[in-house]
């Protein structure tokens, strides 16, 4: 498979119908809101209960008397006071008054003229008035139309005696009074572990920032040291080239002070050769015999032999060698230079993220043993359930957001008018979740569409405009995929690709340990059925990434227990 996406024009979004959606809205309303997930965490099963009970109670303030505190008391309620709340009567079809009883049996709240049947009328006689209520239908059971007086344990809900005798029966049931008592104590105890754990989290950030400003110091003067040293190193090559140039220079000159050596003794020479030459022109001008072999013997007496010296110099071929030197010098240096540089930085490196890994632990009360095991069904997975979200700023403008940010599909060739964040993917038809994984298990699981889909998980790092293939999932050293071609499915990193002979499943489960350094890819079926797993030393906490390649491919996160 080559990390390439589909090579389609992109069209803006028309308004009104569009086509492969399935709600057809308009374009403006095709890329959800970004929502922080922290406004968005759902209500703990202590907070339910609690809420429930207080239904049960009935703990909003009705009058009884037909008037408000207020109108009573001729007072106001204090600002931190919740404020009071009339009931009216709902018979009443003009000028609501108010009410005098609620009936339990009619679910209605009645005024004194409107109830009168109530109490006149034998047929009523089984119906049950109580002093009027807010909200009637959340305090009485809807199948016996009695008041909620009992809350069941065992279901975590508000019942009648009726409920508690037939199909909550061999249940924990206990007044709702004493079950709020008891839930509101562990709601405080709940509260006092919040409030440590966000006392505790507040001074981890604040380690954090201190030893953020640290690295920031100790980097500088690292930097600064580093700087001087590769100063001194710049410098001990200046002075190697001066030697080196300076032994060049002293054989130039040598070898030009031996040219000009030879060059004058060759022009001495060239001066008496010539001398000799004029003798020798002179002598056949003598016409007595006597007199030319005479002076010839006496030009042969001083005739000196004019020997010409060799003009070859050798430094051309030094230079040669010279220059050989040099460069196979210089290569052996920068050979060792750079090699030893990396190789020891890369060791000292590889150290110290092992012993950070060690360092980071996580502050949870209840430590996990080294005898506990490992998952194998489903049920056991999902004890280590993620809720998770597609955070709308990371979406790539060919993917649109559904069902609450859960769902992710490819509407190539339209584009939707997404503001510039810098989160969001440019190139790669990638989103990423709000939501990180970090420290201890992990689980979640994902229903792929269509060949070309891929999910995994990756650094808060990677480049998000980069049209490089290290800006996908399947393309760096700080990601780890799984997804589906024409072919069969893959698992991807570092640009590496691993073939995977499974059958089909339409739900992918991702499982990983955190401290182990275990990422693996199930198929949800019947059984967990294992397609990759990749094995690694994690530094920094996992965000789940999704690559949607092709036209029409969909992922949906599935909710968990789903």
Known sequence: MENTEEGISPKKMPEGIQPGMENHQEETNLAPESKDPKEEATKSQEEEEEDQIDACNGTTNASTNGTTNASTNGTTNSPTDPPTVEVTCDSCMENP???????????????????????????????????????????????????????????????????????????????????????????????????????????????????????????????????QQFSDLQAAVEDAQKSTLDVLEGEYKQALGQAESIQAHIEQRITELKKTMAQVERLPRKKNDVDFLQEYTEWRKGLVDVCLPGVYISLIDQLDTFSRIVKETTKNLCEQLTSTYSAQLKELCESEKLSIKTMVQPSSPTKRQSSEQEPVTREDFLKYASNLTFNPDSTHKFLRLTEDNRKASNTTPWQHNYPDTPDRFEHWRQVMTCESLYLGRHYFEV????????????????????????????????????????????????????????????????????????????????????????????????????????????????????
Not at 133 to 151: A, G
Not at 163 to 169: M, N
Not at 543 to 561: A, E, I, M, R
Request: charged share 25%; proline share 4%.
């Open 97 to 227: 008054r108010p009410a005098s009883k609620s009936c339990l049996t009619c679910q209605v709240s009645y005024c004194e003229e409107h109830l009168r049947p109530h109490l006149e009328n034998s047929k009523f006689q089984t119906h049950k008035l109580v002093e009027p209520q807010l909200d009637m239908e959340l305090r009485t059971c809807p199948h016996h139309h009695l008041d909620l007086e009992l809350y069941c344990t065992t279901d975590s809900r508000c019942i009648c005696a009726s409920c508690g005798s037939e199909g909550h029966h061999g249940h924990s049931i206990v007044p709702i009074g004493e079950a709020r008592k008891q839930i509101e104590g562990d709601l405080q105890q709940k509260q006092k572990e919040m409030v440590k754990k966000l006392s505790a989290a507040e001074q981890a950030i604040t380690k954090l920032q201190g030893n953020t400003e640290s690295i920031e110091s100790s980097v500088t003067g690292v930097r600064a040291e580093i700087e």
């Open 447 to 562: 229903e792929l569409t269509g060949e070309g889909a891929y999910l995994g998980l990756t650094y808060k790092s990677i480049d998000r405009k980069g049209q490089e293939s290290s800006s996908c999932i399947t393309g760096n050293d700080f990601s780890w995929s799984f997804g589906r071609e024409s072919h069969g499915y893959s698992a991807w990193h570092c640009d590496a690709e691993t073939p995977v002979e499974v059958g089909e499943f339409s739900r992918i489960g991702l499982y990983m340990d955190y401290e182990k350094g275990l990422l693996a890819f199930y198929g949800v079926a019947d059984t967990m059925n294992l397609l990759h797993m990749f094995t690694t030393n994690y530094l920094e906490p996992l965000y789940p990434v999704f690559w949607l390649s092709k036209k029409d491919n969909k992922v949906v996160l599935v909710k968990p227990g789903d």
